[in-house]
Nanobody, 125 residues
Framework: QVQLVESGGGLVQAGGSLRLSCAAS????????MAWFRQAPGKEREFVAA????????YYLDSAKGRFTISRENAKNTVYLQMNSLKPEDTAVYYC??????????????????WGQGTPVTVSA
């Protein structure tokens, strides 16, 4: 069993930055692929970024490329999402997700077994 707790969300002006953190409890964190999703009001949950367990290969939503960076620190059981040049359309609740080992469908919410409670991000114009 893995428990995920996100932090770092908040209110920021357009062009600003935030760093989200996701702390995981449980064993074998290093064998879990991790991801960030987001959900805006009235919209479906959307893939943002993922990082694999073995080689730390990263994947991004097209609109996040060049602005967001996902990273992990296995010694601290933590994954991060550094978000720069934020835009109002980035406003959403951001969720951390985990699954053991890799999946070719890293962008699909259904591939992940564990979810955090979410942290809200609001970007003002």
């Amino acid at each position: 069993q893995v428990q995920l707790v996100e932090s770092g969300g908040g209110l920021v002006q357009a062009g600003g930055s935030l760093r989200l953190s996701c702390a995981a409890s449980g064993r074998s964190f290093a064998t879990y692929s991790m991801a960030w999703f987001r959900q805006a009001p009235g919209k479906e949950r959307e893939f943002v970024a993922a990082i694999t367990w073995s080689r730390g290969i990263t994947y991004y939503l097209d609109s996040a490329k060049g602005r967001f960076t996902i990273s992990r620190e296995n010694a601290k059981n933590t994954v991060y999402l550094q978000m720069n040049s934020l835009k109002p359309e980035d406003t959403a609740v951001y969720y951390c997700a985990a699954r053991q080992f890799n999946s070719a469908y890293y962008y699909s919410p259904g591939e992940y077994n564990y979810w955090g409670q979410g942290t809200p991000v609001t970007v003002s114009a």
